[in-house]
């Protein structure tokens, strides 16, 4: 059983070019949620998604990102007009279900690192 | 606002040394507390899961408690080797769709 894949593992862009990065759950898990790893930093929620809906996007900043996890594929976390602010590296976690019981554990991905130039 | 802290940042012991790590937390309502190992430019690895009925949890040479009502949890690591190396993260559930961090603690085990 293949674990939570993210790709690409490494992006860089220009700043004002887009960042789009996906991530594909394992297999049988319905619920993806993204985070956020700025340098020497824990990781930050950004917004949790099921199928076709956004769920809790608290995390989210207000401009500039969205995220979207489609009935088929996997799912994108999409940044507009990247500043050199955005360099992180981006996690992904999925789970089968509601995460917070020992049943619906959240396994995460090998992150994106984004370097904006 | 939960908020999470870990100490020491950075955490240097010769190979062999029993150690602890520390995680404190500002809200006692928690659904469960995990510990993950983060190793450099890797994801993360979760090591053990504790549900806030419970107080602690082991595997292997790893052993985590829970104190809701200090708002405190340990890791304690046995005999450590240098392939425990790596940054060890402490992240709360408190709702359930999202985890609350700490910044880590970067242990480094000499041999």
């Known amino acids: 059983n293949a674990g939570v894949m993210q790709n690409p593992r490494h992006l860089v862009r220009r700043r004002g070019q887009e960042a789009r990065l996906r991530c594909s759950p394992m297999?049988?898990?319905?619920?993806v949620y993204w985070y956020r790893q700025l340098p020497e930093e824990g990781l930050k929620f950004m917004v949790y998604?099921?199928?076709?809906?956004?769920?809790?996007e608290s995390g989210m900043p207000k401009e500039r990102f969205s995220a979207e996890f489609p009935k088929e594929g996997p799912s994108i976390l999409r940044i507009q007009q990247v500043v050199r602010g955005d360099s992180a590296a981006y996690f992904c976690?999925?789970?089968?279900?509601?995460?917070?019981?020992?049943?619906?554990?959240?396994?995460f991905g090998p992150g994106t690192r984004l370097t904006v130039l | 606002k939960q908020e999470v802290t870990q100490i020491p940042a950075a955490l240097s012991v010769p190979e062999g040394e029993n150690l602890v790590l520390n995680c404190s937390f500002t809200?006692?309502?928690?659904?469960?507390l995990q510990w993950f190992r983060q190793d450099p430019g890797k994801g993360l690895t979760s090591l053990l899961l504790?549900?806030?009925?419970?107080r602690e949890q082991t595997s292997g040479r790893l052993n985590a408690s829970l104190d809701k009502s200090s708002g405190r949890s340990t890791l304690y690591i046995a005999a450590s080797q240098p392939g425990d190396s790596a940054t060890y993260l402490c992240?709360?559930?408190?709702?359930?769709?999202?985890?609350?961090f700490g910044s880590g603690t970067k242990l480094n085990v000499k041999p």
């Open positions: 976690a999925s789970s089968v279900g509601l995460a917070g019981s020992s049943y619906n554990e959240q396994f």
């Open positions: 297999k049988g898990h319905s619920h």
């Open positions: 998604l099921q199928k076709e809906n956004i769920i809790d």
């Open positions: 809200d006692s309502a928690i659904y469960n």
């Open positions: 504790i549900q806030s009925s419970q």
């Open positions: 992240a709360l559930h408190r709702n359930f769709n999202k985890f609350y």
